[in-house]
């Protein structure tokens, strides 16, 4: 039977589980509570016979029925305060209905005290009408203005025509058109230009040197309300940077929304450098707990090094306080 109280609870952040057992036996069996990740409610289950047998399921539901989950994540077992090396799966990528869709025996003795991990990779879901599965990760949240198709598709034309454009802006690597107007109502900083007798209202020329054309366009497709989810996804730091330069509040939320939605070991430290850089609080706590609370900072010891040699002073002492927190004695 499985237990209740706290022990059952899985902790979750982004894209990661983390289930504690404080109490084992060599002959038993447990489930969590259901955890939400995605749009899913899932399970893990854990049975002691001759192997763990460790098992990963969607909560049974109308969407579950409907629309099952393919899955791709990587699992992870290690004890609490046993200085031994974790065991870690493959990557499984699966079709999940019920407990019975995947079981990962895991050769090896786990009992006591010990932790499940499990980090997805991609969540996709196939169309109820039928059709190829898509990621729904990179789907969600809103990065189009909330216009009428109508309208955007004449700031569309007026974007990629230059329909009475009035301004040329330089990039790193080439030129383009836009509008005074729109540019203002965007930004503040731009208005301030186009305001004032600065040399960009007398010439009609912007300098962006530090944006790619192509990372550039994709910030003036966001501001013209046109913009596509994979080239969000693609510039989103270069988006991000512009955001807090032009002060676009709106777009730097959503640049932090994203980035904290697929924190992973191999990111993290990055992440967590723009979190200080750009002051993004939610970012830099995602980090700050995925590293710490989570115990991923042993994922990312061989990477500490050269991140410390370049990392703010004040940075450094905000982690080492985030150490003392987590880890002090009971």
């Not at 049975?47 to 029925?65: A, G, Q, T, V």
């Not at 600065?198 to 010439?203: A, F, G, T, W, Y």
Request: glycine share 6%; hydrophobic share 35%.
């Amino acid at each position: 039977m499985s237990s209740s109280g706290g022990e059952s609870k899985v902790e979750t952040i982004s894209r990661l589980g983390q289930w504690r057992i404080e109490s084992f036996g060599p002959c038993s069996y447990r489930r969590s509570d259901p955890f939400k990740v995605g749009i899913w409610n899932w399970y893990i289950s854990v049975e002691k016979n001759r192997y763990l047998y460790i098992r990963l399921f969607p909560e049974p539901s109308k969407l579950c029925k409907d629309q099952p989950p393919i899955a791709k994540f990587v699992l992870r077992v290690s004890n609490l305060g046993a200085n031994r090396r974790p065991y870690i799966s493959p990557i499984h990528e699966r079709l999940l209905r019920n407990s019975e869709d995947f079981v990962w025996p895991v050769d090896c003795t786990f009992q006591g005290r010990f932790i499940i991990d499990v980090e997805f990779l991609d969540l996709r879901i196939c169309p109820i009408n039928g059709g190829e599965p898509s990621s729904i990760w990179p789907s969600e949240g809103i990065v189009q203005t909330l216009s009428s198709q109508s309208s955007l598709r004449c700031l569309s034309r007026m974007l990629d025509e230059g329909i009475h454009a009035d301004v040329t802006i330089n990039t790193a690597d080439g030129t383009l058109r836009a509008h005074k107007s729109l540019l203002s109502a965007s930004s503040p900083v731009f208005q301030s230009m186009f305001s004032h007798n600065l040399k960009e209202k007398e010439s009609s020329t912007i300098d962006i040197d530090d944006m790619s054309l192509e990372s550039c366009t994709t910030l003036l497709s966001y501001i013209y309300g046109t913009i596509k989810q994979a080239d969000f996804w693609k510039h989103r730091l270069a988006l991000l940077g512009a955001a807090n330069k032009y002060d676009i509040a709106d777009l730097k939320d959503s640049c932090e929304e994203s980035l904290v939605e697929d924190i992973n070991s191999g990111n993290v430290l990055e992440r967590l450098q723009e979190a200080w850089l750009y002051q993004l609080d939610k970012l830099k706590k995602g980090c700050l707990t995925y590293l710490f609370d989570f115990g991923k900072i042993y994922d990312v010891r061989d990477e500490m090094t050269n991140f410390f040699r370049h990392a703010d002073r004040e940075l450094m002492v905000e982690m080492f306080q985030e150490v003392l927190t987590v880890w002090r004695p009971a």
